[in-house]
């Protein structure tokens, strides 16, 4: 069973850091992956896509890795700022036909201090 | 455009009662989805449209019943409240189901 595990669950920064979050997953079979930023009491936003096929994404200062052999993904986000803070989700997409579907992890809150 | 809306925002009910939450866009997506999120579960699917006139059950769809009439709506029942549907609810879309995803704001249900 496919398992997704972001670490760490929380994260606290100076503004201005360069910083790493990571999402793993178990089974590398994976058809893509898609990193989410959810701010308090509001609904999620698609920040990154990577296909499978691919290795990375860039959105302005947002850098998204995948290495399907390890299983691993990571978010880079480059001189963090604190409009920033929210939680990053990583949810993962495998299965096949109408049968593909998004497996989330616990995601990591993050928080940028002035 | 205003993208996946939802509502109500938030609704507190009462065990046994009935309500629908609404969720609209206007992306034109044939897909749509229900989801909960409740705190250290992350979000789990409860049902999901693949196109007007269809429904298919996600991971948790007990107690829940969902209908698509018209293509940009997706409805979301509860028929008897229990107190374990506290959740925060979750609504999207997306073109096909390997494209992304695109939420509406959510909607907080409590039931005492």
């Known amino acids: 069973k496919q398992e997704v595990t972001q670490i760490p669950a929380a994260l606290s920064v100076p503004e201005g850091e360069n910083l790493v979050l990571n999402c793993s997953f178990t089974?590398?079979?994976?058809?893509?992956l898609q990193w989410f930023r959810q701010d308090p009491g509001k609904g999620l936003t698609s920040l990154l896509l990577?296909?499978?096929s691919q290795r990375e994404q860039t959105s302005g200062r947002l850098n998204a890795s995948l290495d399907k052999s390890s299983g691993r993904s990571t978010l880079y986000i480059a001189a963090s700022q604190p409009g920033d803070s929210a939680t990053y989700l990583c949810a993962v997409r495998k299965g096949a036909g109408n049968n593909r579907k998004l497996i989330w992890g616990l995601g990591t809150s993050l928080a940028v201090n002035p | 455009n205003a993208g996946v809306t939802q509502t109500p925002k938030f609704r507190v009910l009462k065990t046994g009662q009935s309500m629908t939450l609404l969720c609209a866009q206007d992306?034109?997506?044939?897909?749509m989805y229900w989801y909960r999120q409740d705190p250290g579960m992350g979000l789990r699917l409860i049902h999901y449209s693949v196109g007007e006139g269809t429904t298919a059950k996600g991971e948790v769809p007990d107690g829940y019943n969902v209908s698509r009439l018209k293509k940009q709506n997706f409805l979301l029942g509860l028929e008897s409240a229990a107190p374990s549907q506290t959740s925060v609810y979750f609504c999207?879309?997306?073109?096909?189901?390997?494209?992304?995803?695109?939420f509406g704001p959510g909607t907080r249900l409590t039931v005492t």
């Open positions: 999207a879309s997306s073109y096909s189901q390997v494209h992304e995803q695109y």
């Open positions: 990577i296909q499978s």
């Open positions: 992306m034109n997506h044939e897909y």
């Open positions: 089974d590398s079979a994976i058809y893509n």
